[in-house]
């Protein structure tokens, strides 16, 4: 996978960023409910570029990575705002990459 999404003023507000285009290109089994209560039953390791990784399920309902805190730095380090776009990379079925186009 080598997706790129734009950020809204929300992804920014929110620190989170959608995944909605693209959901079937993670493992099923990383995608949990919508709370975390009903966390997957896999983990998805996201490393965030300058920033470092988290491990994180998806949130099926709202279709984010569920970890938000690595992204409100995501977003800080580089000054992110709406309209700034990024890339997720997919290592193997487990590892991401994310970094700033």
């Given at each position: 996978m080598n997706q790129v999404i734009t950020l809204t003023g929300g992804n920014i507000r929110n620190s989170h960023m959608y995944l909605t285009g693209f959901m079937d290109q993670f493992p099923k089994s990383t995608v949990g409910g919508k709370?975390?209560?009903?966390?997957?039953?896999?983990?998805?390791?996201?490393e965030f570029a300058g920033v470092g990784s988290v491990t994180t399920d998806i949130d099926g309902t709202k279709r984010i990575f569920r970890e938000r805190a690595i992204q409100k730095q995501f977003f800080e380090k580089h000054s992110l705002e709406e309209g700034a776009q990024v890339r997720i990379t997919s290592i193997n079925d487990f590892l991401y990459r994310i970094s700033v186009v």
């Open positions: 709370n975390r209560s009903l966390i997957a039953p896999e983990l998805l390791t996201i």
